[in-house]
Structures are given as structure tokens and as C-alpha cells.
């Protein structure tokens, strides 16, 4: 259950990340103003919580990865802010577009891998 759950809202973020994209939504500078970092470190210990939950469901090595990247995520968010806010010029580098991607693509990945492990 809490694999399809997980697999649901990996999917869910992907789109919502798609739509805020094709919206013009500055989604990059969103998750980078130090304002809305308590949303952001809550939407990191979401995923967090759910892969933990997941792994103990059905112990898998893809929910165990995706718990492990969550993890440092979070980490890094709540104990080590001040090195995430440095990364925004290296973010910047790299273009929006590239990031807003890379996103997209982990997270229809975790989707689509969190769903097919519930399935098999």
C-alpha cells in the first residue's frame, strides 16, 4: 500500500513539476528563497517517511534507494542548509529547463520503479 502510495505521489510531483514549468513558475528559484525552506524540507521528509514505510512493506533495493537519495536530500535541507543555498550559481549554470528535467525524470522514474515493485 504504501508503495503505490509512494509511486502515486512520485508521479504526481512530476506532473506538478511539468505544469509549473509550462506555467513559467520560477519553480528552481521557489525551492532556493530561504522562506519557503521549512515546504521544502517538509516535502523532503514526505518522500522520506513513505520510502521508509515502503521498505518495511516489501523490502526492496528500489525503495531502499530512493530512501537512501531522500535521505541525504534531507540531510543536507535540514542540518546542512547553508551548502544548498550555496549550490544556487551551479544550479544557474546549468539552466532552469536542465534542473526542472532532472526532476521530472527522477521522479517518473521513482514513480513508474515504486509502482512496478508493488505490482511484481
Known sequence: MFGFILGCFY???ALTFLWLNNSKFDLVGFFFNKANHK???G???SFLVLCMFALLESMSWV??????????????????????????NEIDALGQNSMINFFVIFYLLGGVFSLFTVLI
Open 63 to 88: 525503495f531502499f534507494v530512493l530512501l537512501a537519495i531522500h535521505f541525504m536530500g534531507f540531510y543536507i535541507l535540514a542540518f546542512n542548509a547553508e551548502k544548498f543555498y550555496s549550490m544556487r
Open 11 to 13: 508521479l504526481l510531483s
Open 43 to 45: 516535502y523532503e521528509l
Open 39 to 41: 515546504f521544502y524540507v
